[in-house]
Structure formats: C-alpha cells, structure tokens
C-alpha cells in the first residue's frame, strides 16, 4: 500500500512558531522530486514539543499543501493510548490517508500491552496504521511474533522499522508476508531492505535530497540494482553526516544551510549544532553539492 520514498518532514519554526509558509513550500519541493507521501509529526518533525493545537495545525497544513497529490501519513502515536487515538482522529477526519504509530515509550509496556494499544487504535479509528518499530527512541523492540499477530487486524497495514536488525526485519517479512508494508526507518539500511522485501523508506535524507532517495528506491524496483547500489553509496555519507547528532538538529542546520528554510531553529531539549559537527556537515553537505 505505500511504498516508494516518503519523507519524514521537519516542522519548520519563525520566533517560536509553526512556520506554515515554510512547510507548505516544503511539501511543494517533495512533491516535485519524486516523493511518494508526505509523513508529518514523526521524530523529525519534532512532535514530542509540539502542543496538541500545533500538531493538529501542522497537519492541516500538509493536507492542505499535498492537495490529494501523495498521500499523507500523519504521525499521531503516543505512549498513552487514549491521546494516540484522540491524535489519530483528528487526522483521519483532518483527511490524512494513513497515521504513523509509534511504539508506547518511556512506560515500556509488554508484548502484550504494545498488541493491545495497536489493536486498540486500530479499532477505534478507520484508517490505515503503519507502526513505528524504534527501540533506541522508545526502550521496547517489538518482536517479529508480535508483529504477525499485529499485521492480522484491520487497519494494521505495516511497519516502519528502525531496529537497525536486518535478521528482525527479514523474520517480519517472512512472518507477515508481501501484504505487509516492510518500510525503512534508516536511510542508511533503505537498499538492504529493499533486498529483503521492503517496500521503501520513511527518509530524513529526503528532507535535503529527495529526488537521489526516490531515484534509489525506484531504480531497485526497476531492477536496476547497479543503478540503486551507486545511488546508495552516493548517498551514505550525507545519510552519516546528518545523523551527527542527534535528529532533527544537523537535518534542519542543512536545511538552513541550503536555503531550504529561513531558520533552523529548534526546540528545547533539541538545541544548536556543536561548532565541530557544523564544520562536518558543511563539509559533507559541499561534498554532495548542496552546497
């Protein structure tokens, strides 16, 4: 069902706000290089800082500039499983055409509770749930058993997996069959999922370089696996220069950097780049010819 490069969009912010100017632009600029969906309020899109208004705000916004073009899949996960629905059907009627669902963190819930508050969702909202898998964010892996039981209820229709365990990932694709979505959630492991069954990639580097991730995604499934291999190497050590720190923060510095915004400013936790990580990013970013 979604498959292709999809990007997991930055929230633009102007003296504290939500830049909306800015983000439907953005959305402009995916659409014309090859982008497939459009994710907002995901990690990379600071979702965690975001009030419940500005959320709803920032998918509105991304519907709106989409206009039915790519489809929208809004991130509208929680650890509490009644504001994750609360999020889930504002967007659904907001007329986004999936939500991202991030595994329950910090309360680290068991096996049978991350089932359970899927399921949960799933059944509450009609619309389609693509689960978000990130142990290293959320501090519980959902295993491959969990996953099959999770990809036999309605509305359940993938995973985007950022374990960084191809082993986990090729045992989810073998469980749960082609009819699941296999999505990356690392760009630097888009190609190696490709391989094992994937479907395509949830992309920070798409922020910067969307036409290069769609062009990858699209020449594997051509068949062009040369074509895909060039554009993968081509791409990893801007794909290790904007995880330098943790993300969003080089993605939006870059973003800045290349006129992409007006300002790179993020919120609290999430502050500036160090001055010697700047230095890296500039050099990678010249490297690639963003610069």
Do not use: W
């Not at 969009?9 to 939500?18: E, L, S």
């Not at 014309?32 to 998918?59: D, F, M, Q, R, W």
């Not at 039915?68 to 809004?74: E, H």
């Not at 504001?83 to 055409?97: C, D, F, N, Q, S």
């Amino acid at each position: 069902m979604f498959e292709g490069s999809m990007v997991a969009i930055i929230t633009p912010f102007k003296k504290g706000k939500v830049d909306e100017k800015a983000l439907a632009r953005l959305v402009e600029f995916q659409i014309k290089n090859g982008t497939t969906a459009i994710v907002p309020c995901g990690t990379t899109g600071e979702s965690a800082t975001l009030s419940y208004e500005e959320h709803e705000h920032v998918i509105d916004v991304v519907i709106e500039a989409a206009n039915k073009k790519v489809p929208v899949m809004a991130g509208t996960g929680a650890n509490n499983t009644a504001e994750a629905i609360m999020l889930t059907e504002y967007a659904k009627k907001a007329g986004a055409e999936a939500s991202l669902q991030i595994t329950p963190y910090y309360n680290k819930p068991t096996q049978e509770g991350i089932y359970q508050h899927f399921k949960k969702i799933a059944e509450t909202v009609d619309i389609p749930l693509i689960i978000y898998n990130i142990m290293s964010r959320t501090g519980v892996n959902i295993t491959p058993e969990t996953m099959l039981r999770l990809s036999k209820v309605k509305n359940i229709v993938g995973v985007k997996e950022a374990s960084g365990n191809l082993d986990q990932m090729s045992q989810i694709h073998a469980l749960c069959g082609n009819g699941f979505d296999l999505i990356s959630g690392d760009d630097s492991l888009t190609l190696p999922l490709l391989a094992i069954g994937g479907t395509g990639v949830i992309s920070v580097a798409a922020n910067i370089a969307p036409k290069d991730v769609a062009d990858m995604v699209s020449k594997f499934k051509k068949g062009d696996i040369a074509g895909a291999r060039k554009s993968h190497y081509k791409l990893l050590p801007l794909v290790k220069a904007i995880f330098i720190e943790t993300n969003p923060i080089p993605v939006k510095t870059a973003m800045a950097l290349m006129g992409l915004i007006d300002d790179s400013s993020l919120r609290l936790p999430m502050c500036a780049i160090g001055e010697e990580n700047l230095t890296k990013l500039k050099k990678a970013l010249k490297d690639y010819g963003l610069l």
